[in-house]
């Protein structure tokens, strides 16, 4: 493949170096430039494990970094021009990458097969020297019984499953366990309901529906059709294999503490729990909880919380973000023009770009590639970014068939949409290219239209948590867009918008300030006011939620002049002074309001108007006044007598009028 050095330094690489066999005939050389502790990116994936075993061998410290630039650049009808492609390609592999938490699973080898005939029997005769076998047959569960009772056979239905690699609970209807004798056909004792199964590792041959939302990714949990015997096999053999500890990432972070999920059992945002595809979310009071070990790192939630609360690690928002910027930046200084950024994941979009390369024409010189865990874990923060370094457009690479729902990332493309276009970019940039073909991806990436980048390009370094990276984001397109403007309307859902209240009938009440987990919404403790920080809503909809007067509607939209507004007053009333101390207490409008209501009409004030004062005055002085005038609370109603107060009057009495009763 052509390479020109000069315009890969010219990308930011300027101990750039060139070899045509460092991993043989080269690799003397290899090992003198191993050996001095610097960073270090080799641009070749294929011979990765040779590379770190002889670092480790001449005793280098620090990690070696890989970049593949052969099936992504070299090998292409425009190797020529790929130059830029491969400083970009090279810049983003030497962005270090922090280590990612894990969670064990760990596997006894206790495994239930659940089939319909035979084919589960025979499942559990290959597994049975290996795991710990149970097999359950669905009614009417006809079959032939065995000569040798080696391992449990039982009949009944699946009610529902829940569980993961190393703690599955099974629920099964009409369960009952097979007689110790039977002759032509298997029978089976006494059936029950609602019996329980505990395992490790489930198989399910029965050829029904999957018991899981997207059950490719529930580890531990197989499924094959039985008519299909390569199908059983394989699953049997991956079956063999799940005995032990395993280790899994943590694909998410999460703080508890800034979840907007609800406030006082009133419920704001749901984002994530409306997208996760495998069910690892669930409501826990105030904010949600996220099952790790069943959590298959789809990123949907990260992408989708308004508040940072979880976040991508495998890697950091903030991260793929710096991978961005060295691609994009490295991309531009090596002489690079309308670069398109194609966000594919390893598992499909890497085969499929190597196909390009080996047996087609090759990705274009002007399509950077950017290998992510999974697709749906960029988020706006990313989509953003890309556009405010220089990139003309973003597509995301897709299976034909994704192995579960991608209407996360749907949405967040159609919330960075019309913000693109109202600064000026137009649409079509970001878009989604679902195929399994090869032809069919270049076709795509080739009528992709040549759109002129941001005039302006930006070299911000991102800093913070998520929110912090996506409102820097934001603020840095606004300054390279083509026509920017201050305020952009976005759809419902969209993390940024405004709150508008109906004022007339809003009582300031502020229980929409207690509820807010942004404090978007704000009070002041000397005056009747309510006041809002746009930079901080997220739109959860808890106000609105928690709003006795339904007076709040949500306004989704950005105002890039928000993070420099001071807060906005959205009702403000002069305060009600008590008529004996003078201490302001409450709201003038509603306390004018209520007097209004009660006066004349209610039976506690009418027999004496004056009662009317206590509800003028602040807590302490409506307690010494009421106890000043003697009210009775309940006016004339009679008072409720206990038998203590019988037994007080008896004793009260002379001594010979008891003696007569």
């Known amino acids: 493949m052509p390479l020109d050095t000069d315009v890969v330094q010219r990308g930011g690489r300027r101990d750039t170096g060139s070899a045509t066999h460092l991993c043989g005939a080269e690799l003397d050389r290899f090992k003198t430039i191993a050996s001095e502790d610097g960073p270090l990116t080799v641009g070749c994936t294929q011979q990765a494990t040779q590379f770190r075993d002889v670092a480790a061998e001449i005793g280098r410290k620090k990690s070696l970094q890989f970049a593949n630039i052969r099936e992504t650049a070299g090998w292409s009808s425009e190797a020529k021009h790929a130059g830029p492609k491969m400083a970009a390609l090279l810049a983003a592999a030497a962005e270090p990458v922090s280590p990612t938490p894990s969670v064990e699973l760990q596997s006894s080898g206790i495994i239930l097969i659940c089939g319909r005939d035979e084919t589960a029997v025979e499942a559990g005769n290959l597994l049975k020297d290996h795991l710990d076998v149970t097999v359950l047959i669905e009614p009417p569960a006809s079959i032939a019984p065995s000569g040798k009772a080696e391992f449990p056979v039982a009949k009944g239905k699946v009610r529902g499953a829940k569980g993961h690699l190393g703690a599955f609970e099974i629920t099964v209807d009409d369960f009952a366990e097979a007689a110790p004798s039977s002759r032509e056909v298997l029978t089976f004792g006494p059936s029950r309901n609602n019996a329980r199964s505990n395992c490790d590792i489930f198989l399910d041959l029965t050829g029904g529906s999957a018991l899981f939302s997207a059950a490719d990714l529930r580890d531990g949990y197989l499924r094959a059709d039985p008519a299909n015997p390569a199908a059983v096999l394989q699953a049997v053999l991956k079956a ?55 959590c298959a790192g789809c990123g949907q939630c990260a992408a989708a919380c308004p508040t940072g609360a979880a976040s991508y690690a495998l890697p950091s928002e903030d991260a793929l973000v710096r991978r961005l910027r060295a691609m994009l930046i490295a991309f531009r200084e090596a002489g690079g023009e309308r670069p398109v950024v194609l966000v594919h994941d390893e598992a499909h979009g890497t085969p499929l770009i190597d196909a390009m390369a080996r047996f087609g024409d090759g990705l274009p010189a002007n399509v950077l590639p950017l290998a992510v865990n999974e697709v749906t874990q960029v988020g706006l923060e990313g989509m953003i970014a890309a556009f405010a370094y220089g990139a003309s457009a973003v597509r995301f690479l897709l299976r034909a068939k994704p192995r579960h729902d991608v209407s996360g990332l749907s949405r967040t493309i159609a919330v960075a949409d019309p913000i693109l276009a109202g600064l000026g970019f137009g649409t079509n940039r970001i878009a989604t290219t679902e195929t399994d073909d090869p032809d069919g991806l270049l076709d795509a990436l080739r009528t992709i239209p040549s759109l002129a980048p941001a005039p302006r390009p930006a070299s911000f370094r991102t800093v913070g948590k998520k929110r912090d990276v996506l409102r820097f984001a934001l603020n840095e397109l606004h300054r390279s867009a083509p026509a920017p403007v201050d305020v952009i309307a976005l759809p419902d859902g969209a993390p940024f918008g405004a709150v508008e209240i109906d004022v007339g009938n809003c009582t300031l009440c502020l229980s929409c300030v207690s509820a807010c987990p942004t404090s978007a919404l704000r009070d002041d403790p000397e005056r009747p006011v309510l006041r809002f920080v746009e930079d901080a809503c997220v739109q959860c909809g808890l106000c609105q939620a928690t709003c006795p007067e339904k007076v709040i509607t949500l306004l989704p939209r950005i105002d890039f002049g928000a993070s420099r507004a001071p807060a906005r007053v959205l009702k403000e009333e002069e305060p009600f002074c008590c008529i004996r101390c003078n201490k302001p207490f409450g709201v003038k409008s509603s306390i004018e309001r209520v007097v209004a209501k009660l006066e004349g009409r209610h039976w506690m004030y009418k027999a004496s108007p004056e009662r009317l004062d206590v509800i003028k005055m602040c807590e302490d002085c409506r307690v010494n006044f009421v106890a000043e005038q003697g009210f009775e609370t309940y006016g004339a109603a009679p008072l409720v007598r ?19 009763e």
């Open 240 to 294: 063999r294999d799940l005995v032990g500890t395993f280790e899994k990432p943590r694909y998410i972070n999460f703080e508890a503490s800034l979840c907007a999920h609800s406030r006082s059992h009133r419920t704001g945002c749901t984002r994530c729990l409306d997208l996760c595809p495998v069910g690892a979310i669930s409501a826990a009071g105030d904010h949600v909880a996220i099952d790790a070990n069943i």
């Open 642 to 660: 206990t038998t203590d107060d019988y037994l007080r009057e008896q004793q009260a009495r002379p001594a010979a009028e008891r003696d007569q």
